[in-house]
């Protein structure tokens, strides 16, 4: 049985966003094995989950040496057939050991902090090295890049363009549509923006927050319900008297960790995805639109591409006065609330569930197992 190895930081977050992707290998005949922080979440799945205690963070020579060799022994002891690593952190890795001869599938799930206009010199170096190495590496054998926009492909590729082979674009995370309900509006007023989202600088969710201010302050009954929790692994996330202004905003709730998001969407009437960048496909997005729940973003890589003029409304990012004008419209017509809803649920069925997904990650499995 041939084995394929997946790495990713912790092992919730392959079992959130990826345990399509392992059912599918095992469907494909695969044996499946997961490099990761482990706490038990996968528990009861069929896989070997192999206990690699690395933060998302650590990219000093001494953290990256010893993370390298920890994967170097899973390496050696494995020979794994197909390495599958997800994230900045994760490629990073896998471009800097052994791979014993192993096909190599790329997914670059975003490049967050990286992508962002205002990262400090040495965030830019780092990019400008990554992108450098990463595409060294494809031009090896057996070597495919996975992306879930064609920005990243782009920024990847720079004056080289890779061959189509060499490139398989996967709908994010995709998302299993019989989980997410289609629900009337609640009652209003007031109308509710959601948000979910990890509470982080380039998730733009101070610009909702600002937004909401302003409309409130314009007399309009809209509020604004944040789901998510801070994550000080990220050197972006929002510090405690920040998020202590947010709670003191009239009209602002914040609310944690949710663990049923249909629900959460069933209660709101439009969904926002203020986005700075450096996002792959946001999953938050396209389980809003599972929901049917119009959406307003930004022009963000993958945020745009998804909703396009169907789905909801595109700002400009950091622009707080298309994001005010965007929501106002929505907020005072039903009708096309309802429309762009519909519209969203529609483009999720057609390209954008699990089984996508799936399909398309084991076609990159084919593509590297090629000699």
């Known amino acids: 049985m041939p084995k394929i190895l997946f790495i990713v930081s912790e092992d919730w977050f392959f079992r959130s966003h990826f345990k399509a992707l392992g059912e599918r290998a095992r469907a494909d005949g695969y044996e499946v094995l997961i490099a990761g922080r482990e706490s038990d ?52 890795l896998t471009m800097l050991l052994n791979a014993r001869g192993a096909g190599r599938a790329f997914a670059l799930t975003g490049r967050g902090y990286l992508a962002l206009s205002t990262a400090p010199i040495w965030a830019k170096l780092i990019a400008w090295s990554f992108r ?52 009337r509006e609640p009652a209003s ?32 009954d809209i509020a604004l319900r944040i789901a998510g929790d801070s994550d000080p692994e990220n050197p972006e996330f929002v510090r405690e008297d920040e998020l202590a202004q947010w709670r003191a905003t009239p009209g602002v709730e914040l ?31 396209l389980e809003a639109a599972a929901c049917a729940r119009p959406i307003v973003t930004t022009d963000a890589p993958g945020c745009g ?17 298309a994001l005010v004008a965007a929501l106002e419209k929505l907020a ?10 519909g519209r969203a649920r529609a483009r999720i069925e057609a390209g954008y569930t699990v089984q996508h997904a799936a399909d398309q990650a084991s076609h990159a499995w084919a593509l590297v197992l090629k000699r």
């Open 132 to 183: 450098n190495m990463l595409r060294a590496a494809l031009d090896k054998p057996r070597s495919v890049l996975v992306v879930e926009n064609v920005w990243d492909r782009a920024w990847v590729e720079g004056d080289r363009p890779l061959p189509e082979k060499r490139v398989v674009l996967m709908p994010g995370a995709g998302v299993e549509t019989n989980l997410y309900h289609v629900t």
């Open 41 to 92: 979440a996968l528990a009861g799945e069929q896989v070997r989950v192999l206990n690699m205690p690395f933060a998302r963070g650590g990219f000093g020579p001494l953290a990256l040496r010893r993370q390298i060799r920890q994967l170097q022994a899973v390496i050696d002891a494995e020979r794994p057939d197909i390495i599958h690593p997800f994230s900045l952190k994760s490629i990073t």
């Open 189 to 220: 007023p007031p109308i509710v923006v959601g948000v979910v989202s990890r509470l982080i600088r380039s998730k733009g969710i101070d610009l909702a927050v600002a937004a909401i201010k302003q409309l409130r302050a314009k007399g309009l």
């Open 332 to 341: 005072t017509d039903a009708t096309l609330r309802q429309r762009l809803g």
């Open 255 to 285: 609310v944690g960790r949710i663990s049923d998001v249909s629900t959460f969407w069933a209660g709101v009437h439009i969904a926002c995805v203020p986005s700075r960048g450096g996002e792959g496909l946001p999953r938050s997005l």
């Open 305 to 321: 591409d998804f909703t396009g003029d169907a789905a909801g409304i595109i700002t400009p990012r950091e622009d707080i006065g």
